[in-house]
DNA sequence: ATGTGTGAAGAGCTTCACAGCC
DNA sequence: GGCTGTGAAGCTCTTCACACAT
């Protein structure tokens, strides 16, 4: 049993549950049935079963799962212990939400570095970072060992970019624009798209309700 | 052939394709071909033209597709015509930021509506919009016959409101609160959660990293 | 020569159903 | 009684490989 022979939509989906079982520890809750978890993450309790049981016997039968010790088993397998620091690059309306959104560091993560090729943007501070020059920013991010970055700059330029990060070895980018995003190997890239995702979730729900309104007609 | 017989990856993949056949027609592309295609949006050719096949014959062999031609066949496929308007709940930080970002009119959707509970912000205009208080606001949702909601408040406070507004006949939720959203049958719900959307990234890339390593070594 | 369209083969994932344990 | 753990079955999706069109 190699981390090969194990579904990437399991390791997918551990993150997930990873979320979700922070959530409940904030709640106080100690015991989850894979039924509850099951639920909260939009799954079935037989998925959440099955994952689980590619890295080892993480439950109690007839009990459950104890909250504190999954969580500790899954931060494990993930290797998600340490807070990571990424860089931001574009300090626009998105950006400079991300830079305010004190959220991240509860969650692991710290923007540590934000850039932008503006000069009235340059030197200003937001949060707690002051926005640098993009002029050798390829070289600040990796002296500071980031291997990730948020590209928040305008679609147009976004690929360019995103291809010189390519160049300096970068390993992920999350990026909030779309468009031809075509990457050289060796480097990951997740396109954050809220439009798209909202006209996923309308055809789903309307294509949903049509067929509840079949199914009672006919 | 009916609805039924088609992948549901091969449906969220056809928003993939669009977005990115609204780039390559900004960029004044005429034709692109399914390896050009599937590059751009990181999946392979042939999935691309499975894809197509599901609804029809959208391509010239030889040539490739017409972009224009087959953006809107995706478009009569998915049903995706005309603007839609939007509710959005929670002006923070996130709220601000959406209320603020232009694009998305431009990609078919309108923030009509926007609420918060707390007195300091309500009646205040952001962007287009004027904040109103979250009381009634189920009513005054569904009476502009909104199906969708972005769900922005705090991760305590989502879940009571994601419930009321399920209560209310809502179609669709896009939350920013990952938190123990376990919602009724009848209503569609999507989390965005960019702090796990990094974590994944960063496992997929150190764990391809990793593989290169080891293929270099051994 | 180039690139689409597609049945068939293959891979991968999920569900089932029940044994095992508390 | 209740819930986990898991092989086997079943299903869905992707890849293959080549006919077909320009």
Redesign the pocket.
Known sequence: MTIKD?????IDRLFTYFRALTCLIREGTET????RLAEICR?????V?????YF??????????NVKDLLDNIRRILDFDSPTEVALVGVGNVGRALLQHSQFELEGFKIALAFDKDPRKVGHKIGSVTVQDTKGMGKKIRSRGIDLVILAVPDSTAPGVAKSLAKEGLGAILSFSPCDLAMPDGIKITCVDLSMEMARLLYHSRLQSRLAEMRLEG
Chains 1, 2 share one sequence.
Do not use: C, L, M
């Open positions: 194990i579904p990437s939509q399991t989850v049935s894979s039924k799954v079935s309790a037989a998925v079963r099955k994952d689980f049981s080892g016997e993480f439950g109690t039968r007839g009990v459950g799962y």
